[in-house]
């Protein structure tokens, strides 16, 4: 049985390395640092909104694997993505490398350096740590994967390899309107949440907020449809209250990393849609969206 190699040592990457290998399955979780650090196997615990598990995973550093031979999971942050692009070259060989990260375009770097097999998931789930170091993990549905490079008759096979009932995810034959469908939802909840500094709820507990995340939608969709993806208004509408009602409760990522005074992922989120809007000479449609992107780039900057 091949090993899984999960990249990223954060709260989903920890969540998927447990319930994998409670369902019997190799995995070696690759801590992103480039420091060596030694082999550890440490106990990962997490809570569910129906259940509670544990799973002993093994920690290990990249150096001390010269090839990944197995599927690659990555779980860091898409702002090292061009840096561990370099790292990887060479050592995954013909092995799927899968992304879980949020944003737009993030698979570039490794279509750009000739990866053979590369995937996109959404993630339908929310994880944070609590205070006593366990995480809080919420599945919400099935986390699609799909082909940005690659096989496509491989995909239910992929999927199901990391899927367990615990994380589960499935195929997906037309991923890019499902990209940004969340990409554009992210775009609301991590510009706005950390900017007002509140949880995921506000969107669905206060109308004037969001009447400005309808705005920011409306904005995003226009450069949806002219990257020649089509989504509804009141699709993407419903979406965002739906994670909102969801998570109440619960921090967005890039709140919790400006907390953490650590960088943050809205370079591949409103900033990444102003940089598409620019290219294609629509710079003057997106006021908010770019706006909401710069002002919490300059929290995040501030803060740390």
């Known amino acids: 049985m091949e090993t899984t190699f999960i990249i990223g040592a954060g709260a989903i990457g920890q969540v998927l390395a447990a319930a994998l290998t409670l369902h019997g399955r190799e995995v070696v979780l690759l801590r992103g640092s480039t420091l060596h650090q030694a082999t550890t196997v440490r106990p990962i615990h997490v809570t569910t909104p129906e259940t509670a598990f544990q799973a002993a995973v093994r920690f290990d550093s990249p150096q001390q694997f010269p090839a990944l031979e197995g599927p690659v999971i990555l779980t860091n942050k898409s702002f090292g993505n061009a840096a561990l692009a370099g790292q990887l070259k060479g050592k995954t060989g013909h092995w799927p490398l899968v992304l879980l990260q949020n944003g737009l375009e993030v698979e570039q770097p490794f279509l750009e350096m000739g990866f053979p097999s590369v995937y996109r998931c959404v993630l339908f789930a929310t994880s944070q740590f609590a205070e006593d170091g366990s995480l809080r993990f919420k599945p919400v549905a099935p986390s699609p ?55 995921n709820g506000i969107f669905h507990r206060n109308a004037e907020v969001m009447d400005l995340a309808r705005q920011v939608i409306a904005e995003c969709l226009d450069i949806a449809k002219s990257k020649g993806v089509e989504l509804e208004l009141g699709e993407v509408e419903e979406s965002v209250l739906m994670i909102s009602r969801m998570s109440d409760g619960q921090l967005i990522s890039t709140y919790q990393d400006i907390l953490q005074k650590r960088p943050t992922e809205i370079d591949t989120l409103n900033l990444a849609v102003a940089r598409m809007a620019q290219e294609m000479g629509l710079a003057n449609a997106i006021p908010r969206t770019r706006l909401l992107g710069e002002l919490t780039k300059m929290k995040s900057n501030i803060n740390r």
């Open 145 to 199: 994967i799909g082909v940005m490079k690659g096989d496509a008759e491989v995909l239910p096979e992929l999927a199901g390899r990391i899927s367990t009932p615990l994380f589960p995810f499935r195929a997906e034959t037309n991923i890019q309107p499902v990209i940004w469908k969340k990409a554009i939802a992210n775009c609301v909840f991590n510009s706005i949440c950390p900017l007002l500094e509140t949880d």
